[in-house]
């Protein structure tokens, strides 16, 4: 793969402008807003010289007036506003379409909020011109600055030349630089390539503090730069410097001096190596190759009788589920990374619809498969949608009902065993029943006189094409929302729970399991086909024995330990034309909130289960979610113990038998 | 002795370093481009030469270019040799070294250089 520094850039600039819209918005509520100016501050900063150093000039040029901006606002110059915000965030908006354009020209809109961002607050209309056209003539005028610049030891390794770097910012105005060698060993212990000078600088220039800081930029991981801006004469300056270098130097010979904690500002080293996701996907895939093989070797090992490979298999085993869990623990990403992006699609949308609403994120931290955060945006986005347009009640109605007038939407991740929980709240008017019963009558979907529980009514508003609202707006209405959210969810082996009380709320739950790659499966057998129950949804494995079943009246329940528990046949599921045994077993799944069991001939074991797709041919088969290949070489289907419990429930009502849906 | 950096052709840049014995201990003459890529072998032999003479003079006046990691280099030799209770004096500084060690605001003291000594006036003073 070719190392591509733009398309790298672009990747980082997107992560520090999603890293900018979260600080913007938070500095229309937090307090601390100096540290966020100071964040946004950086962030443009860095996106502006990382942008010049790629031939973004359009970007850099662009994002140099942000950063003026902002650096009026931690003057003081500005104060921080719901207008200044507002311009922070379109301005980030603009430098992603820069970003985003094939030429990075920039066009009518970006010149328009370059004056903006000028004239904002009462500014002159003119910025500073960029670094890169900074004159640099010996400045009458200007402020004086101290330097203090640490370089990282690797800095010389990494080809990094100080002298360049003080040239450089010679240019800026009248520079004087001294060097610092208390800290350089004697011959027995220097490392040549490692950099033990540090040094301190006093320079006049009419150039800002950026413009000082991008000459160090390239330099900047891992250094410690301070630029400070004098308020003493520069004599004086000179004066403390030296002071503070002997203190310096009075210190043991070969101590590592700490930088003063209140003065320095680390610039902190990334510790984590950026990896295209394609390559993290082909290991995932790579180990399933493995786990699979492995799992054949020890079926072989067991079945030959070969006792000298038995420790081997064994460790191998070990090794590769090691290597399984640590392989896919790289793809866990914080749910948080999702939920950032949220904030600004509530604070727009309740603008667009004339409501008031927050939005409050809770278990940020919760780890998902990223295939399955990826795919998890488009719906949670249409639940947010659906909530905002249709649950939260225009602030005037929700005063006159004694709430709020800000609507809260409480949008948090939970681990629970190996799936994850994420719920949407709000205290808005909640689902209304009647109407929903109303419209499903309407459309013939149930009988004028059906006895529904709250759960299937609400559980109407999945199916497809179904809304209640009375007028299509922009947002929401259309009915393809809720259904096209459940179908999704449904793909990535979750469910879906809708809860809500009239007047109080609604709570949508959506389940998602961890991963999608490998599971912990539960292997079966029905006659001589293998399947796999996944182990995150069994319960309990029970007998069921011939007269048990003519004693129950060709009733499909059980009594296990006093409650009725229903099973389904999979062999009629499957259509499998084999004797059954005298004894059957019943793996018994959680499905929703209740038990339900699956009778097959024979449990085999617990089996490491890679999921292989079925491939599109077989796309619409319901009640399977994928095979895996057997240690034997069989192919083994896995169920979708939701879908075959649908399946089944629907077989009840005398619904053709079909596998094959749609 | 003669070290040169490793992607380089030999002889075509580097340093050639030329030890005598004097009547006040030894010269250690270093010529040529002093950077980076040679410090490692410079830092053996300026240990090893210290080791062994109780003065030691080093004579810079034929280097060409010189780096931060070398002026760094002569700064360790300065401070092993006062440490080891042993004199290093730096004489004959080329214009590369002394514009090199102004370019990143290093005094010549550091260096071990008289300041009193200029180059035109000693070029190969031992």
New interface residues.
């Given amino acids: 793969m070719q190392f591509n520094p733009v398309e790298t850039f672009r990747q980082e600039a997107e992560e520090l402008l999603e890293e900018i819209e979260q600080s913007a918005l938070s500095l229309g509520s937090a307090d601390g807003s100096d540290e966020v100016v100071n964040r946004l501050f950086r962030a443009f900063h860095t996106i502006k010289g990382s942008g010049a150093m790629c031939g973004l000039d359009a970007v850099a040029a662009f994002t140099h007036h942000v950063e003026s901006l902002l650096a009026r606002a931690r003057e003081g110059e500005i104060e921080v506003s719901p207008q200044l915000v507002d311009l922070v965030l379109k301005s980030k908006d603009q430098i992603k379409i820069l970003l985003n354009a094939p030429d990075g020209v920039p066009d009518a809109s970006s010149e328009e909020l370059v004056s903006s961002l000028d004239k904002f607050g009462g500014g002159s209309g003119r910025t500073n011109p960029a670094p890169a056209a900074v004159a640099a003539p010996l400045a009458e005028a200007g402020k004086t600055w101290s330097i203090q610049f640490r370089p990282s030891p690797g800095m ?2 990494c080809g990094g ?3 360049a770097l ?2 450089e910012l010679g240019k800026l105005g009248n520079l ?4 610092h ?1 208390e800290q ?5 212990r ?1 490392q ?2 490692q ?3 540090w ?1 301190t ?1 006093t320079l006049h220039t009419p150039a800002d503090e950026n413009a000082i800081r991008d000459v160090f930029i390239f330099v900047e991981d891992g250094s410690q730069l301070d630029v400070d801006k004098l308020h003493q004469e520069p004599a004086d300056a000179l004066a403390a410097e030296q002071k503070d270098t002997s203190s310096s130097e009075a210190k043991p ?1 070969g101590a590592v001096a700490a930088p003063p904690a209140t003065r320095q500002k680390v610039i902190s080293k990334e510790t984590t190596v950026r990896v295209p996701a394609e390559r993290l996907d082909r290991l995932v895939n790579l180990v399933g190759e493995l786990v699979m093989n492995q799992s054949r070797l020890a079926q072989a090992a067991a079945q030959n009788g070969a006792p000298e490979f038995t420790n081997p298999v064994q460790e191998l085993e070990r090794l590769v589920a090691e290597l399984r869990d640590d392989v896919l623990g790289i793809r866990m990403l914080p749910i948080g990374t999702l939920f950032g992006r949220f904030q600004r699609l509530v604070r727009d949308l309740s603008a667009e619809l004339g409501k008031e609403a927050d939005l409050v994120t809770e278990g940020a931290e919760t780890e998902l498969d990223k295939s399955i955060l990826d795919q998890l945006g488009e719906p949670l986005v249409h639940c947010l949608r659906n909530c905002l347009d249709h649950a939260v009640e225009p602030p005037d109605d929700r005063a006159k009902k004694g709430k709020p007038r800000r609507a809260k939407i409480r949008l948090s991740a939970v681990h629970t065993g190996s799936d994850v929980v994420v719920s949407i709240e709000d205290d808005g008017r909640g689902i209304d029943r009647d109407a929903v019963r109303a419209k499903a009558i309407e459309r013939q979907l149930i009988a004028a006189d059906a006895d529904l529980s709250d759960r299937d009514i609400f559980n109407l508003i999945l199916l497809p094409g179904f809304s209640t609202a009375k007028q299509v707006t922009n947002v929401s209405g259309r009915g393809v929302g809720m259904d096209a959210v459940k179908r999704q969810i449904d793909m990535l082996r979750g469910s879906l729970a809708l809860a809500s009380e009239a007047g109080k709320g609604t709570r949508i739950s959506i389940r998602l399991p961890l991963t999608l790659a490998i599971i912990e499966g539960l292997l079966v057998e029905i006659g001589r086909d293998q399947f796999i129950v996944p182990m995150s949804a069994v319960t309990e494995n029970v007998e069921l024995v011939a007269t048990q079943r003519k004693r129950n009246n060709g009733r499909n329940t059980i009594n296990v330990r006093g409650d009725l528990v229903p099973y389904i046949d999979l062999r009629k599921t499957f259509s499998i034309d084999s004797p059954r045994p005298a004894i059957e077993k019943i793996v018994i799944i959680q499905h929703e909130e209740q038990r339900v069991g699956m009778v097959v001939d024979r449990v085999l074991g617990t089996h490491q289960t890679v999921i292989q797709s079925l491939g599109k041919f077989f796309r619409n088969i319901e009640v399977v979610s994928g095979a895996t290949i057997m240690g034997d070489g069989r192919v083994s289907l896995i169920l979708d113990t939701p879908a075959v419990v649908r399946h089944a429930d629907r077989q009840c009502r005398e619904e053709p038998l079909a596998l094959v849906a749609g | 002795m003669h070290y040169a950096a490793i992607p380089r052709e030999r002889g075509a840049c580097g340093v050639q370093i030329t030890q005598t014995k004097t009547d006040n201990g030894t010269t250690f003459k270093i010529q040529g481009e002093l950077d980076i890529s040679v410090a490692a072998g410079l830092q053996r032999d300026l240990a090893e030469c210290l080791r062994q003479n109780a003065h030691l003079t080093v004579d810079l006046a034929d280097v060409d270019a010189c780096d931060t990691a070398a002026l760094q280099l002569l700064c360790a030799a300065r401070r092993t040799a006062l440490l080891q209770n042993r004199t290093l004096q730096v004489f004959g500084l080329s214009q590369a070294v002394t514009i090199a060690a102004a370019g990143v605001g290093l005094s010549l003291d550091e260096l071990g250089a008289s300041a009193s000594i200029s180059p035109q006036e000693q070029p190969h003073a031992i």
């Fill in positions: 010389l390794a030349n100080p002298a003080f040239r004087e630089i001294n060097a060698t350089v060993p004697d011959l027995e220097i040549p390539d950099c033990y000078l040094w600088a010979e």
